[in-house]
C-alpha cells in the first residue's frame, strides 16, 4: 500500500512539473536559439519559487525531458536558464561522471581525517569539478548573450558574508577542523575570483582576513587553485568529436591539478572517459576514475558523482558525517543530493 501510495504522489509531482514547464521561446529569440542548437527546442524551463534564496538553479531529466529549475529571485533568470542548458549541453556530449575511490587509508595529518571521504567528494570536490566546466563555456555565454556569474555569485557571497558564515560543502559544522575550513574557504576565494566581480572579490577578501586568522594562507591556497582552472571560450557544438574528446580530457587533468593543490596527502590518479553500460541519473553517458592512493593501494570507499549543474548557488543546511564502514554512495553532483 505504502509503495502505492508512494507511486501515486510521483505521479502526481510529475504531472504538476509538466504543467510549470515552459519552452525557452518564451525567454530567448529564435537568432538567440540557433546558438544553442537542437538541445534548445527540448530544454523546459520551470519557475521553482520553493528553492531556497541561496540556490539560483538546477538542472536535472523528468521523463526524458531536460529542464533548467530557475529560482525567480534568482537575479538574472537568463543567466541561470543558459547555465543549466549548457550542463545538458556537456551531459550529452559525453562529459563524464566522476567515480571516486578511496585506496588505503589518509595520512594522519590529512584534513581528509576530519571528514567523511563521500561527503568531500559529494560536495567540494564536485564543486571543483563544476568550477572547471563553468570555465568551459562562460565565456562563450558572455560572447553571445552578454551575460555571466556575476551578479548571481554576488547575490550568494554578500549574503554569506552579511550573515558571517560560509558553507564548508557538507565536509563539516562550524565547528568543525582547521584544516577542513582551510580548505573549504579556498575553494570560495576560487569560485569568487574565476566568477565574481572585481568588487566583490576585493571585499571578499577583506572578509576572510578579518573572519579568518589564516586567512592570508587561505588566500593563496585559493589562488593556486584558480592557476589550475584553464578558462576557455567554445562553442561546443562547432568541435569535432575529436576535440571533444580532447577537451573533456583537457578538464579531467584541470581536476587532477586541482586536487593535487589541495594536499591531502595522498596520491591521485584519474583515468581516461570511459563509456557507462547505462546513463547515471538519466543523464551521464560517461565516466572517470578519480583514485586518491597511498602505499597500501586497498580500496575502502568508492563514490561515484556527476558533475553537471547539480545547484548554482549553495545549500547553506549542509553538514557532515563519518562513517567508517566501506560503502559505494551514488550522487550526481554538486550540492544536490535529491537527484544533481
Known amino acids: 500500500h505504502l509503495r502505492e501510495v508512494e507511486a501515486t504522489q510521483s505521479k502526481g509531482g510529475d504531472e504538476q512539473d509538466e504543467k510549470r514547464q515552459r519552452p525557452l521561446s518564451e525567454f530567448f529569440s529564435e537568432q538567440e536559439l540557433q546558438v544553442l542548437g537542437s538541445l534548445s527546442t527540448r530544454v523546459k524551463v520551470m519557475i521553482d519559487s520553493s528553492l531556497p534564496s541561496t540556490l539560483h538553479g538546477t538542472s536535472r531529466v523528468t521523463n526524458g525531458v531536460p529542464l533548467a529549475v530557475v529560482n525567480p ?5 537568463r543567466y541561470v536558464m543558459l547555465h543549466e542548458l549548457m550542463h545538458h549541453q556537456l551531459d550529452e556530449l559525453g562529459c563524464p561522471s566522476l567515480c571516486c575511490t578511496l585506496q588505503g ?60 558564515a560560509l558553507p564548508a560543502y557538507g565536509m563539516c559544522r562550524g565547528d568543525g577542523h582547521p ?51 584553464h578558462s576557455k571560450d567554445l562553442e561546443f557544438l562547432r568541435m569535432s568529436r575529436q576535440e571533444l574528446d580532447a577537451e573533456m580530457q583537457l578538464m579531467l587533468s584541470d581536476l587532477e591539478r586541482l586536487v593535487d593543490a589541495l594536499n591531502s596527502g595522498m596520491r591521485i590518479k ?17 565516466v572517470a576514475h578519480v583514485d586518491f592512493l597511498d602505499k597500501v593501494h586497498t580500496p575502502i570507499v568508492s563514490v561515484t558523482a556527476g558533475g553537471f549543474g547539480a545547484r548554482f548557488g549553495q545549500d547553506a543546511g549542509e553538514t557532515g558525517t563519518i562513517k567508517t564502514e566501506p560503502e559505494k554512495v551514488m550522487v550526481a553532483c554538486s550540492c544536490c543530493r535529491d537527484r544533481s
Not at 573572519?211 to 593563496?220: S, T
Not at 584519474?270 to 560517461?286: A, D, Y
Open 105 to 164: 587509508k589518509e595520512p594522519r595529518d590529512s584534513w581528509l581525517r576530519h571528514t567523511s571521504f563521500q561527503s568531500f567528494v559529494r560536495g567540494l570536490l564536485v564543486q571543483l569539478w563544476e568550477l572547471i566546466q563553468h570555465s568551459r563555456f562562460n565565456m562563450m555565454l558572455y560572447r553571445k548573450f552578454k551575460c555571466g556569474p556575476e551578479s548571481a555569485r554576488e547575490k550568494e557571497y554578500r549574503s554569506y558574508m552579511k550573515n558571517n
Open 73 to 77: 529571485r534568482a537575479p538574472d533568470r
Open 270 to 286: 584519474v583515468g581516461p572517459v570511459l563509456p557507462l553500460k547505462e546513463k547515471f541519473n538519466g543523464r551521464c553517458s560517461t
Open 179 to 229: 584544516s577542513l575550513k582551510k580548505v573549504a574557504v579556498a575553494a570560495h576565494i576560487a569560485t569568487v575570483m574565476l566568477e565574481g566581480s572585481k568588487l566583490l572579490l576585493e571585499d571578499f577578501r577583506k572578509f576572510i582576513l578579518v573572519n579568518y586568522p589564516n586567512g592570508e594562507e587561505m588566500i593563496r591556497l585559493g589562488e593556486s587553485l584558480v592557476a589550475c582552472v
